[in-house]
């Protein structure tokens, strides 16, 4: 179903034809999508008689050549677009999530603002948690920024109470956690097991082995950008 509600834009793909089963364990085609955006998937399985015990799976991949959508342009010689702003109500635009930036140094302490950021995901097929973002210092506010705004003073960026995406399906025990970061930057995550949403397991701060619970409910994570120069 598209983004748009145009009922002219919904993407069938159909193999059942009319009670003929395709041959064979794998059954592909080529669809495309609408180029505003989908909305939700609609999922119909036929089982004829005596199938029974089995299962079946839907994969979408995009075709060599495509990409997945692209971010808004940096500046010229830059490598970090300014990110989305969260609207009256305080909400992000769909596939981010809302991130507090917190000044640390002394003149600053509490001074805050929000932005958006892309929202982390588990590939349950790939079996990768992965989570990306960038900074730039002269994105944000002036009343962020303070005194000399074009001087970068040390702020954190704080992640909290992540439950998307497949969040839930990330399995519990033995993982192996990688920070890929500036050396000057600290970095941090937190996980909240769903049987005791109150424990916090972490905060974990270098690349190693971690145990996560049975379940995951939520993750924190935490960003420390140093003052420069």
């Known amino acids: 179903t598209p983004k748009s509600g145009n009922p002219d834009d919904v993407v069938y793909f159909d193999n059942y034809k009319g009670g003929t089963l395709p041959t064979g364990d794998w059954v592909s085609g080529n669809i495309t999508l609408p180029t505003g955006g989908v909305s939700s998937f609609d999922f119909i399985y036929y089982v004829p008689l005596g199938f029974d015990d089995l299962s079946a799976a839907v994969v979408i991949d995009l075709l060599p050549g495509q990409g997945p959508i692209k971010m808004p342009p940096a500046p010229p010689g830059g490598g970090c677009a300014c990110p989305d702003i969260p609207n009256g109500r305080g909400e992000c635009p769909e596939a981010t999530t809302l991130a507090t ?22 590939d349950i097929f790939q079996k990768v948690f992965a989570f990306s973002t960038c900074w730039r210092w002269e994105c944000y506010s002036n009343e962020f920024r303070g005194t000399n705004p074009d001087t970068i003073k040390p702020y954190a960026i704080r992640i909290h109470d992540i439950t998307q995406y497949n969040l839930d399906r990330l399995p519990g ?22 049987d005791n949403p109150g424990d916090v397991i972490g905060p974990f701060d270098l690349t190693r082995q971690i145990t996560l619970p049975a379940r995951t409910l939520s993750l924190d994570i935490d960003i420390e950008v140093p003052a420069w120069p």
């Not at 001074?111 to 958006?116: A, F, L, N, R, S």
């Not at 025990?173 to 995550?189: A, C, D, H, R, Y």
């Open 101 to 122: 930036l917190e000044r640390l140094d002394p003149a600053g302490s509490g001074v805050t603002t929000t932005v958006c950021t892309p929202l982390p995901q588990y």
């Open 173 to 194: 025990g033995e993982s192996q956690l990688v920070f890929l970061k500036p050396l000057s930057v600290n970095m941090s995550i937190a996980v909240h097991p769903f």
